[in-house]
């Protein structure tokens, strides 16, 4: 099997995280996944959503977001047909949760940390790179707080993995995501234990033992993920 | 360990299926798995969407929509707010790709079935269920259409795992589901081949053999739901 | 003259009213008329409008929604249009006013109760029907409030008339419903008074004496309906 | 009995109609019942509604708004709140439908007429106002079309009556609407026929004779406007 | 040069204001600029935007809306479109400024005034206008409140010129507007200090002697403007 | 005097234009005016807008929108409040006017060009910098047509102006704009032409020799940014 993009199936594309991108957010990265590129900002904000009024309890949240061009042919601008689209709900939905493992909100306190992925370019893996990349900047935010016990228990990060031509491959781009067979994105913290896995047959069902081989591909990936995330904040 | 439904870590709620129940659908079925009850429809219209027409191909998709006193509570009417949450369009996307899975678009022809799915009745799992009466109203649907070859080459039928109290348990209820550490919904095809998993960590990650026993369980369960299913066609 | 249903001039359609249809809410009943079946639910509230906070006195209101294969070619689901229409708000505007005609608010206390009145299957009279079993649906929620004096004093039940190929009828179907001339929805108390009188001239103006043969027929049939509410809620 | 406003219970207040009060329609009447002022236009557009093209029928239809400060106090505005109220919605359904019971649509020809109705002053009846200088303003329209024989085959006006003070009175102002026990709005033809027939008990439901009471005076009332826009339209 | 209109280059339309003319509002005017007409109304209200509360400031906006035939032809109505156009927000944001900019907020208190502008007739010049008469309105409001000391420390009115045909013009009407080449909006005070100035280049970028010559014309124009305010409010 | 930034009064912010910055649009490049970055990009499309439609004319239209995060503390996205704000569409349909005055839309025949300008680091100026860059995104989308004769004719760039502590400055930053008396945006072509000014008063009415000063320092600030977009279209 040989892939369009030429990486071994085993291997990501090339992973950079340029912290502290954006002058005026309290936490933020721009990451890239080869050509995929999304800005993440996390803001810190002194109140909580209603529900949790009086709780002793912080929330963090994501929004999701594409440039109109950050697509091979231009979409329509959200903000102008006046309704975010299935599509992106359940992106940030996803990010949200994923993010929120991580954090104990009792220790936050009655604060929200929102976080901004915004694609600059998209090449595949917006929303594997959303993640990773929110976590740096979530952890950055927080670090401003200046609290005595970080609210950070766990780090986590995201790849994708699918079926691309019958064979089991890591972290697909545009051009492989658009074929594949299969498409699951795995969201892994670092004792190897799943806070995400969502997987879709795009073309025909995907038998147990294909799962099990794209999962072994994730969880590898998602190491070198971690490592990658953990210099950008040791940096 | 014991269950708050009393019921054995494998086993389903009842589940039972009256296919015709709305009068002017093509396809119809009210789904009740225990106390979760689900109107599905199949509506066949002689249409396609924009970027299909002209290309032979038809298609499948779903609505989704709970009635305000479906729920423990009452919950504001989507129609009235004048959007659809993200989780209903998280769920009726998820609807729509399954079913489609099982259907050959080409063999359909240039015409749309939209299968709606109201909850009536709300108690843990309404997109499951709405998957799995779906599938028997678009059956219904598309046996109308007097076609010479079935477009329906698959059986797809979805079942709730998760890990309740440490112990992988099947079908989850509302009481269960609200304490559930872990939430999984997988939906399966007549060959045990994966159209879908979505597993979630509610409180923490959950490890490779969790998964491993919830896959287990939701397979055996599915295959209790594939009978039911054809019963429900055959009757 | 012969009427498409078969009935007498002045013969309502199988009337049935079945209580307590909805496990969660505080009231509920399945109403049909004939083949239009409405499940009616009353929800309490422990809050007011805004305008009312203060007084002391209590709301009742009222939504309305069809399914979208309710009718005999699928309607667009309005909560993905993103709006209700003009129809659906001059309907649940009517619900609301009927019934609040019988209860008194003041009686009520500060606390609300919203009436949804989801129709799963339309054969025309869908907004009597609503009205008709919305007060079974409401006497059982205020039921279980306690109260030491019910707050409800009237019993409110409402029907169609109509002028078919030249004879006043009541209760129209849906067929009959497309090709009367004249097409009146009467509400009215246990008194014989009037709540609500809408008369539309569908294709000539109607005379003063249709207008009195019309309100003679819809003062008959409400008179059975009003005993059909009271032994649903007898039984 | 004396009415607030000092009129007999039969007198309508001073009434007039300013025909061509707008430069750019092809019809307009500027209709006052006495303090309540709106501004009908009649609009001509070679184009119907898509459920009409083809069927050589035309339409007319109509569009109501009120001026944010029309009234006694700021309403906010309809196009910033971004959509129109129930209330407007059945004002302008029922104004359209008014006027389409006195026009032949096949004789109209694949056109529309489009009225607007935007109430400019606000003192009680802009409804009834805007069907009666409504008409006037499409009898205008129509007559630009040149059509051999006239679409127009009758004449509608509206007024309303209620009962204040337990007595029937004509053409209620605001101070008498707001605390009339029931308000009936009736429009009629030239033949005594009636069109619509919308009466809604406020207070207590009203009997069999209050309700022959107030259909009288409604007749005699809209005789005098059937002469006030036969002047209107002969000057 | 010869304009449409037939007036010379310097000359504005017959102006009138007819102060008081709607009963409800505590300030308005009907201002008539030729064949434009604009209602504008001041509403009082006892409460600012939540950003002052607290800060002892006033507030002062604006609204705009043109009814659906004031143009040539018909505009759709911004409620049922259900959003106010870029071209409506920008108008409204500019009567606001330069409203303010007469207005010491602190000595206003912690009220708002809000200023709809309607326009009832549009032949060019509608933000003008409304901003011309706006003030009239304006101010007939602020003197209902009697205040000690007036908050309205300036003078406002506003003129449009353009180049028509190579010559700079004032007060363009439609047919001026239209094929003009530059358009220019100015706002003054009365000590003829520039409140706003926007201009346009429609065709070719103007020169800046044309700039000059656009601005002397307004300043002589909007003195004349000054004077018809001044008159409407001593009457 | 002594400007907050420590520029001269007539000096600009260090000016950057990375051309070809987004991989897959037509054009694009980020502009810097100091800390305010904005990414441009062009897109062409086969299709313009309907009232263009077989009159062989093109058409240029802009978007603009700001990231949540890129300003100093987050405003909420307009795709999640499901509408753009007046400012937004205030300054897009600026760009959108001030670009189309640099092209000859009927040698661009019958194609769209959409110029995204998107505010990811926000520092005052943010429209000055998308009119700026913008114009080079352009050029580069419509240098990829290979037109025989280019429709571009002008060069246009824009700056803002204003006065601070009683001096005219040039291209103010967020400080000085904060506080500044008069704020004023100029576009101006490559032949010292006017293509739009914007001057409002925020403080207190600005006087005639304030805004010549204003426009002479727009004047030279745009001859430099002229400068600077050839370089960057020649690079």
Redesign the interface.
Known sequence: MSRPSGRAADALRPVTIEPGF????EG?ALIRFG?THV?C?A?V?ERTPPWLRGSGKGWVTA?Y?M????????MG????R???S?????I??LIG?SLR?AVDLTALGERSI?V?C?V???DGGTRTASITGGYVALCQAIATLGLKRSPVF?QVAAISVGIYNGTPVLDLDYDEDSVAETD?NVV??E???????????EG?????EE?DAM?DLAGAGIRQLHQIQAQALAG
């Open positions: 954006a002058r005026h957010a933020s050509d800005l900002t803001s904000e929004e977001g440039l109109p061009r950050s697509t091979h042919s231009r601008r959200e903000a102008a006046g309704k975010q299935g599509r992106t709900q359940e940030q939905r949760r493992a929102v901004d915004d600059l370019q998209a766990g699951m892994m913290n004792a190897g234990g799943f806070i995400e896995v969502q997987g879709t047959a025909h069902a995907y038998r147990r799962l999962l």
